[in-house]
């Protein structure tokens, strides 16, 4: 199942003036590349665990229908459906009323009853799920320990931004930053 970001998050786990303050810089010369680095974090620590962070859009593309009905996507945590289309044999998208689908937040699954769902007209990508993941709309929404791998991964990157450049061997994932998000990883079988 492919999976495409349509609305990025609103907001970052950290404002830059946050991230200056843990990173004890006084000064405004690095504001953007500090930015830069909580945006990357934030991408990083997303990425590992399979979840979004703050809230987003992402787009599910899938073959057909699951046999019994519950869609498990590897991205969490799952908030909505807000629109599905299936395309039909003659290449037009036909929408599908979202209602039809149930989000289970617990085991994180889609759930619809597979013969209420009208079937693709193609063998492949025939079915489109837009879907909202993340935790909330604020940073206050992330569990502090995500928010802190990001703001630790900010400083990891912030100090040892030259040492790569001079060819120092520098780890792109602080074990301390590993063991953070050990706990809140979708994994997939």
Not at 4 to 13: G, I, N, Q, S
Not at 54 to 61: A, E, P, S
Not at 153 to 179: E, Q
């Amino acid at each position: 199942m492919a999976a495409t970001l349509l609305v990025p998050p609103a907001a970052e786990p950290w404002t830059v003036a946050d991230a200056k303050s843990f990173l004890r810089v006084e000064h405004d010369d690095d504001d953007v590349l500090i930015a830069a680095l909580i945006a990357s974090a934030r991408g990083q620590v997303e990425a590992l665990t399979r979840r979004g962070l703050i809230t987003q859009t992402w787009q599910l593309v899938l073959d057909g229908w699951p046999h019994d009905g519950r869609i498990a996507p590897r991205l969490a945590p799952l908030r909505a459906v807000t629109a599905a289309r299936v395309h039909d044999a003659a290449g037009d998208t036909v929408a599908i009323d979202v209602e039809r689908f149930v989000v289970d937040a617990a085991t994180n699954t889609i759930a619809a009853p597979p013969w209420s769902l009208p079937m693709p007209g193609r063998d492949v990508a025939g079915i489109e799920l837009d879907v909202t993941v993340g935790f909330g709309d604020a940073a206050s929404d992330v569990p502090d320990v995500l928010r802190h791998a990001v703001r630790t991964l900010v400083a990891h990157w912030y100090d040892n931004r030259g040492l790569a450049a001079i060819g120092a061997s520098v780890a792109m994932l602080p074990g301390s930053v590993s063991a953070m998000i050990a706990s809140y990883r979708v994994l997939s079988l």
